[in-house]
């Protein structure tokens, strides 16, 4: 019954493939959002999603594109891998403003995918 | 943006020592959340604070809200080596639209039996 999951949990791939990375919640939650956790551990958020619909979007490539088929799934695709995107990724989901206590909105986190570019 | 400053970055301390990590902004945020992080793993939310003033316990550790709800801090009383982690401060406010948390740096934090 895990709340955030993501696949895979690792990832090897070459510069200039193509990948994605799969996120799915059971939690409820509308609002759905990617980051990067870089090497020294700042997590930066890069998307986030709210009933399906983009909300934030840091500057981030435009290689990277988020899809959200339905409010329980928020994935990532990263065309034209470079050294630059190895990091590890985290997929989190919170209640939407009104829908959950107010203010606090906690971000449940998925366990990571970490992505090594060679 | 709005910006945390989380120190320090790295502690090192002995099992039964105490110590307190720190989280400052010149920004003010309508929550501070504190996170455990252990290695290949997400973080792990342990604490929210959204009232100035506000101090919250859970068990050993004390964490705090300064009054202007610029910073905060967390404390640890008696570290045990089931500590050892990294914690991040998030800071949460209202923008662009959505809800959004910023994140400090981190503190990674050992201690040795």
């Known amino acids: 019954d895990t709340a955030v999951s993501q696949t895979p949990k690792y990832l090897v791939t070459q510069m200039g493939n193509d990948k994605s990375i799969k996120c799915e919640q059971n939690l409820g939650h509308d609002t759905m959002y990617w980051y990067k956790q870089d090497s020294k551990k700042f997590l930066k958020i890069m998307f986030s999603y709210n009933n399906k619909e983009l909300i934030i979007n840091e500057t981030v490539p435009n290689r990277f594109s988020p899809k959200s088929p339905d409010k329980a799934h928020l994935n990532l695709h990263i065309n034209s891998l470079e050294l630059g995107d190895s990091a590890v990724y985290f997929c989190?989901?919170?209640?939407?403003?009104?829908?959950?206590?107010?203010?606090?909105?906690?971000?449940?986190f998925g366990p990571g995918t970490r992505l090594t570019v060679t | 943006t709005q910006l945390l400053e989380q120190s320090p970055q790295f502690l090192s301390i002995q099992e039964g020592e105490n110590l307190t990590v720190y989280c400052n902004s010149s920004s003010v945020f309508s929550s501070l959340q504190w996170y455990r992080q252990e290695p290949g793993e997400g973080p792990v939310l342990l604490v929210t604070v959204v009232t100035g003033g506000e101090v919250k316990k859970l068990k050993r550790l004390t964490f705090q809200f300064g009054d202007a709800r610029k910073d905060s801090s967390l404390h640890i009383t008696a570290a045990q080596p089931g500590d050892t982690g990294l914690y991040l401060c998030?800071?949460?406010?209202?923008?662009?639209?959505?809800?959004?948390?910023?994140f400090g740096k981190g503190t990674k934090l050992s201690v040795i039996p």
């Open positions: 989190a989901s919170s209640p939407t403003p009104g829908q959950g206590p107010q203010i606090s909105y906690e971000q449940y």
């Open positions: 998030a800071g949460g406010y209202s923008g662009a639209g959505s809800y959004q948390l910023t």
